[in-house]
């Protein structure tokens, strides 16, 4: 969480000018449902690897597919229909939108309410599926 302040807010404001619009406590709320989905993820990546070289090795490069795909780089909407879906099924993508909509245009709870259960169901779906198949191993 200081890394998320310290990255986000003190470089955007002192090198960029950028101030924040909207309620950075809403963001942090979001940021912690964001972590949690993502913690759901490798929990449920270190439940299929054998080893701790093989969940780091298939975590790389489903990271490196995730921050590519999230719109951060390239808008979604300019991307083929087949890789607009992939970005819809991935949680970066919420999270991207959600820092947008926040700190540049000042949006409040009602205007990430379907980022927020979209995230939630992430978190849900990827804990709940590493509980399951944690149980099955053992």
Known sequence: MFMFSLGLFLVAMLFYGIVPLGNIGLLYVFLALYLIAL??????ISTFAGTQQQAMSIVFLL????????????????MPAWAQVIAKCNPVTYFIEVIRMIVLKGSR????????????GFAA?????AILNYKKLN
């Open 63 to 78: 990271i490196m597919i995730f921050i590519l795909m999230s719109g951060l780089f390239t808008p979604i909407e300019s």
């Open 125 to 129: 779906i990827f804990n709940l599926s």
């Open 109 to 120: 709870f009602g205007n990430i309410t379907n980022q927020f259960l979209i995230m939630a």
């Open 39 to 44: 913690l759901g993820f490798g929990l449920l």
